[in-house]
Nanobody
Framework: QVQLVESGGGLVQAGGSLRLSCAAS????????MGWYRQAPGKQREWVAT???????NYADSVKGRFTISRDNTKNMMYLQMNSLKPEDTAVYYC????????????WGQGTQVTVSP
């Protein structure tokens, strides 16, 4: 079992930046890949970005060029740097990780709220 804890959310004006963090309860060498998802009010949860243990990254078109996903394997941490934020980025952001040894098993964090004002 892996616990994931997100932090770093908050209220920011459009055009501003936030950095989200996801702390894993055990070595992130055992969880791969890792990713960020988000869920806006009244909408389904959507994928934002993914990073592998080899630092291969993928982004949703809606955030490409504005968001950067990264991970620090020595600290068991994953990050999402969000720049040029837009009101439509407002959502609860979730950290997700796949068990490296049991690919059908995934873990979710509890989420952190990001609110972007116009």
């Amino acid at each position: 079992q892996v616990q994931l804890v997100e932090s770093g959310g908050g209220l920011v004006q459009a055009g501003g930046s936030l950095r989200l963090s996801c702390a894993a309860s055990r070595s992130i060498f055992s969880i791969n890949p890792m990713g960020w998802y988000r869920q806006a009010p009244g909408k389904q949860r959507e994928w934002v970005a993914t990073i592998t243990i080899g630092d291969s990254t993928n982004y949703a078109d809606s955030v490409k060029g504005r968001f950067t996903i990264s991970r620090d394997n020595t600290k068991n941490m994953m990050y999402l740097q969000m720049n040029s934020l837009k009101p439509e980025d407002t959502a609860v952001y979730y950290c997700r990780a796949w068990d490296n040894y049991r690919p059908a098993v995934t873990y979710w964090g509890q989420g952190t709220q990001v609110t972007v004002s116009p």
